[in-house]
């Protein structure tokens, strides 16, 4: 009799083919995105350089982040068993958390440089 937390070959297989298009839906639109920033870049001349730094860091950090939930989900279709899971999960967060505040730092710094505020 199977683990009652044991995944069906099927289900893994449909898994692993949903986090696969799920990335390369990803890639494409963060494609998109960043021709469009390009394109906006190019045509506001005007804007200052912090400006378009900070808007660009927000779309790397968007970027990284989303990668980060991708590569989580193609762990976990491969996970073995519920501590693992744990494990990954808990992994996860602890590495998020403090992606999230070098983020936030790095974005209020940024900020505060394309205000005027800082140099």
């Known amino acids: ?6 995944i069906p070959p099927e289900m893994r297989d449909f898994a692993e083919r949903s986090v696969a298009q799920a990335r390369k839906a990803f890639e494409g639109f963060m494609g998109a995105v960043q021709k469009a920033s390009d394109t906006i870049d190019g045509a506001t001349g005007s804007a200052s350089i912090s400006t378009k730094d900070a808007s660009k860091k927000a779309i790397t950090f968007a970027e990284t982040n989303v990668s980060a939930a991708l ?3 193609d762990k976990l ?17 602890q590495q998020q958390m403090a992606a999230i505040q070098s983020q936030a730092k790095e974005m209020g710094d940024a900020i505060q440089k394309a205000s005027g505020l800082k140099k």
């Open 1 to 6: 009799m199977a683990s009652p937390y044991e």
């Open 71 to 73: 590569d989580l989900a």
């Open 77 to 93: 279709v491969h996970a073995k068993d519920v501590q693992e899971v744990l494990k990954l999960q808990t992994e996860y967060v």
